[in-house]
């Protein structure tokens, strides 16, 4: 009797109790080669090799585990591109290179993500619709500010990731600065919405609401994007509770106007809203800190690193002002009135850029007008 082996090198290093390829052995015999694979014994080592008794068993393994590969790579795949928005038409899609590649400058995986296409199909449409080496046009002195829906692909956040998974691109625009064609905030309007019945509305995956409390799911929706800049949304919820936001660029700012109907037959209470700047694209205003931040109702502001700028955001009327220093983010939450049986409840917002060291001065022109 004796012994045949195969040897092969296992590529993996199981820790916590993954079985790998390790080590297979096999003891047969020239009599006995009637012998089944129920006789292998497979064992947990931390690296190893694995011994196979015959070669049509040795490739059996081995299609096993590039079958697992395959899988594991087109679930990775499957999860990467769960939250893409595949343009409709050759429009949609020239719209969204143009906003990713030139305005907010992705990357192609960034791009891939954002739209569930290849590589290859990302870079052959740049380069068929002139997008590869075009450059963002820079507003001038007298132009509104820039604001263009964000296109997801890229987390809008630095930190705190888990608290915003999958996040919705209906509830987002890009504000633009005013001294700076590649940093921009991504303004989330809104965030989320409570009521007195629970968590009603959110624009991302983290806590339940109402509706992921019996499975259901909202579908997704985008911006309409009217003349002038002017961006705008609505949504009915499944109980007729529907809401929408305005958001209309202007010389020296921009304006939110967020309104909620109530077609429910019951009066809505604490209607309290999330409004949430994140400044992960604001170059020198992305530090992870709120000692660069004051809180001031309705005003919430950022000043940069050189002490020169700031940005300023404000709702009314207002709940609370507060910042979360790990997304980082500036908040001035607002809250809608008590909304009977078929009223409109109504919001109004502000976000500006000001250069200046004069801050408590900028803040108390902003409240002459806002």
């Not at 809203?273 to 502001?301: D, S, W, Y």
Request: charged share 25%; net charge neutral; glycine share 8%.
């Amino acid at each position: 009797m004796h012994t045949r082996s195969a040897r092969l090198m296992a590529g993996l290093t199981p820790s916590g109790g993954e079985l790998a390829c390790s080590r297979i052995n096999q003891s047969d015999t020239e009599t006995e080669p009637e012998l089944k694979l129920a006789l292998i014994q497979v064992r947990w080592v931390e690296f190893g090799v694995m011994k196979v008794t015959d070669r049509s068993l040795f490739s059996a393994v081995m299609l096993c585990c590039l079958i697992a590969l395959i899988g594991c790579k087109a679930t990775a795949q499957e999860s990467a591109f769960a939250n893409s928005r595949p343009p409709v038409d050759d429009a949609d899609l020239r719209y969204w290179l143009e906003n990713m590649s030139v305005y907010h400058r992705f990357s192609a995986d960034e791009m891939t993500e954002a739209t569930g296409l290849s590589r290859q199909e990302v870079a052959s449409a740049l380069g068929r619709f002139g997008l590869d080496k075009a450059q963002a046009l820079r507003p001038g002195s007298d132009a509104p500010e820039l604001v263009l829906p964000y296109p997801g692909g890229r987390h809008p956040r630095i930190g705190f990731l888990e608290g915003a998974i999958d996040p919705q691109r209906e509830t987002k625009v890009s504000v633009f600065t005013s001294w700076d064609p590649a940093s921009y905030v991504v303004v989330d309007v809104p965030e989320a919405i409570w009521s007195n019945l629970g968590l009603t509305y959110l624009a991302h995956t983290h806590i339940d609401t109402i509706w992921s409390r019996t499975n259901v799911t909202l579908p997704k929706l985008e911006w309409e994007r009217l003349s002038n800049g002017v961006l705008e949304t609505r949504r009915t919820l499944p109980n007729n509770i529907s809401f929408g936001t305005k958001v209309t660029p202007q010389r020296n700012g921009v304006r939110f106007d967020l309104w909620l109907r109530n077609g429910t037959s019951e009066a809505l209470r604490d209607l309290r809203v999330q409004n949430c700047v994140m400044l992960k694209q604001a170059a020198g205003f992305a530090h992870q800190t709120n000692t660069n931040k004051i809180f001031e109702r309705p005003f919430a502001a950022v000043r940069s690193t050189d002490g020169g700028r700031w940005i300023i955001c404000a709702f009314e009327p207002c709940d609370r002002t507060w910042g979360n220093e790990q997304v980082p983010c500036l908040h001035s939450d607002p809250k809608f009135p008590d909304c009977a049986p078929g009223e409109t409840q109504k919001i109004r917002g502000w976000l500006s850029f000001y250069e200046g060291e004069e801050i408590q001065k900028e803040l108390k022109r902003l409240r002459g007008f806002f």
